[in-house]
């Protein structure tokens, strides 16, 4: 089993839905949790930043945290064709350097906003 | 790309020569981080450094070396390139007030024949 499962995709919806992206994690020691944002043939750009369980809202996007079911996902709302990307998620065990502070990333899920 | 600079872009090179790519920062952060990034797999950890000299290895470590001589330079390389590393280069820092918070350069695109 990999540390961290995400469906690849593609996912392609309307312009104005609400998008859900999620990954699932088997390491119960992660506390940091992050998505990235990756357009084509560009660097990935951090999205949002969350430690431990709970929501954090950033404009149209929102993260959410079930450590309990080890379930992170990604909502945004509103999508715009400017959201087409790739998103990555990335967890880590601590928030300082080290091996266990080292991001383990999922594939990604590539998505396509239709306008 | 919050400072961080890669070099070259774009390179195509042959199998068996040697290849260096650079990483430079701007940031002055500590940690600086060498990731490949392949289609079905993602990104991968290649090596990581700690401090000036202090380097550690990633998940896919194997023909890879890394040094940093400087706190804002991170050389990767690739003592004797094969095709099994085309693939798309990326740099990373952190270390800013959420250290685990990693910072992407541009990549690099580096194909062997």
């Known amino acids: 089993q990999k540390e961290v499962e995400q469906d690849p995709g593609p996912l392609s919806v309307p312009e104005g839905a609400i998008v859900s992206l999620n990954c699932t994690y088997s390491?119960?020691?992660?506390?940091?949790f992050m998505w990235y944002r990756q357009y084509s043939r560009k660097g990935p750009e951090l999205l949002m930043y969350?430690?431990?369980?709970g929501n954090k809202e950033d404009g149209r996007f929102t993260a959410q945290v079930d450590k309990s079911s080890k379930y992170i996902s990604l909502f945004i709302r509103d999508s715009q064709p400017s959201d087409s990307a790739t998103y990555l998620c990335a967890m880590s065990a601590r928030n300082y350097g080290g091996s266990q502070g080292n991001l383990i990333f999922g594939k990604g899920t590539k998505l396509s906003v239709k306008p | 790309d919050a400072g961080i600079t890669q070099s070259p872009r774009h390179k195509v090179t042959e199998t068996g020569t040697p290849v260096t790519l650079r990483c430079h920062q701007t940031?002055?952060?500590?940690?600086m981080y060498w990731y490949r990034q392949d289609p079905g797999h993602g990104l991968r950890l290649i090596h990581y450094?700690?401090?000036?000299?202090?380097?550690d290895k990633g998940e896919v470590s194997d023909g890879y070396s890394v040094s940093r001589s400087k706190t804002e330079d991170f050389l990767l390389t690739l003592e004797s390139a094969t095709s099994s590393q085309t693939s798309v280069y990326f740099c990373?820092?952190?270390?800013?007030?959420?250290?685990?918070?990693?910072?992407f350069g541009p990549g690099t695109r580096l194909t062997v024949l």
């Open positions: 940031e002055n952060h500590r940690y």
């Open positions: 990373a820092i952190s270390g800013g007030v959420v250290t685990d918070t990693q910072y």
């Open positions: 390491n119960s020691a992660f506390q940091y």
């Open positions: 450094s700690y401090g000036v000299k202090d380097t």
């Open positions: 969350t430690y431990s369980s």
